[in-house]
Every structure is written in structure tokens, then in C-alpha cells.
């Protein structure tokens, strides 16, 4: 069994879809899991509070039955359902994709418009010598941020005030943590521990996005 955290992974590959089945499970506190078979769906449900639809393999479909309406969202898009709107999802293919429950209330980037489906990696550029930060929502209790690092840009050694995802977008990287060194590419996924030291040092350019929880 490989240990909790620390570690590359995939989380589309570590939650294949079961054929004819949908499934779900936690990750992180508010971050849930889904697989479905193709052809599958989740009934329209309505939230109180937004949430993150972040698509990891396969394609789906946001079904918005009051509208008649259908929003497909291929394979690494995101789009953010809007509270108190029925909204269902069908799999239109083996798809797997995470929910992100972002509680009532919190601090959304102006550039991010619920409803509209998007790409993490192009919200932010690569500039020289730099690395780019945007926040794209947080609460008291979860941050959800994407980073953009020239090449031979770094983040030294910290801490984590929380358990975390990083999900890498573009290019490569080695994440150094507790004293190991850790080579992570565009697709592929680490989880690091809340107080656990971790560092990131970009080999090329490379971008990715870090799903913090604070609870």
C-alpha cells in the first residue's frame, strides 16, 4: 500500500471508472472524487454553496435542467457551478473529475466567471526570470491557487500550513519533500502533508496548480 503522502501519482488513474457504475470518494476535506462509466450521470442536485467542477480525464456534461441547456467540459477544464442552481452531470465518456465544495463565503478572482468553462494553466503567463501566483478562490477553510515558474525560478524549502494537491499543468519540475527529491511532469499529481517541508524548483518552465485546505 503506498503510503498517504508524499509521493507522484495520477488521480484519474488511481480512480478508473467501474464500467455502468458512478463512484465517489473523498480526497481531501471538501474535496470529493468522482468516477463515472461513460454514459453515466449524477442527478441534478442543488447546492447552497458554489463549487469547483474540475475535469481530470474523460469528457462531461453539466446538465441545467430548468434551462434545457448542456455545458461539456473536456478533459482539464474547469468550471465553477454557481449556488442554488439545479445542475447534474453525465459522463460522455469514461471521465473522472473533482468537486471542490467552496463554502458560502469566498474570495473568487475577478477573472473567473461561474458558469464558464476554462484552463487552469492559461490564466496565468510565464514571465522572465519571475514566477506568477493568482489566487483563483479562497475561504477560511481552502485556497486554490496556479503558478506559473520560469526556468530556473524556485520556491525554497517551507512548510505547509495544510494538507495539499499539486496538479501539474505544463512542463516539469522536481518537488523536493522531507529530504527526498520528487520529479513531477504535466498530468501527474503530488499530495504533501500539513507541516510537511516541500520545495519546488522548475526544470524548463513550468506551471502548476496547488488545492490547499486549511480545516
Known sequence: MKKKDGY???????????PGCTVSGELLAGVTCFSLARGTDISAER???????YNLAGTTSL???????????????????EAGTDIGVKAKSDSVY????????????????PGEVFALGDLVPYQEGKIINMDIVRNETMKFVVMSFDEG???????APGD????????QAVIGYEGEDHPIKAGENFRFAKGGLHSVRAQGRFKMALLLTLA
Open 63 to 81: 446538465v441545467y435542467p430548468a434551462l434545457g441547456q448542456e455545458l461539456e467540459v473536456p478533459a482539464g477544464k474547469v468550471v465553477i457551478k
Open 98 to 113: 473533482l468537486e471542490v465544495a467552496l463554502g458560502r463565503s469566498c474570495a473568487m478572482n475577478e477573472a473567473i466567471k
Open 153 to 159: 525560478c524556485a520556491l525554497s524549502e517551507h512548510a
Open 47 to 53: 447546492y447552497p454553496i458554489p463549487t469547483i467542477h
Open 164 to 171: 495539499a494537491i499539486v496538479f501539474a499543468l505544463d512542463g
Open 8 to 18: 507522484v501519482y495520477s488521480i484519474a488513474a488511481a480512480n478508473p471508472p467501474i
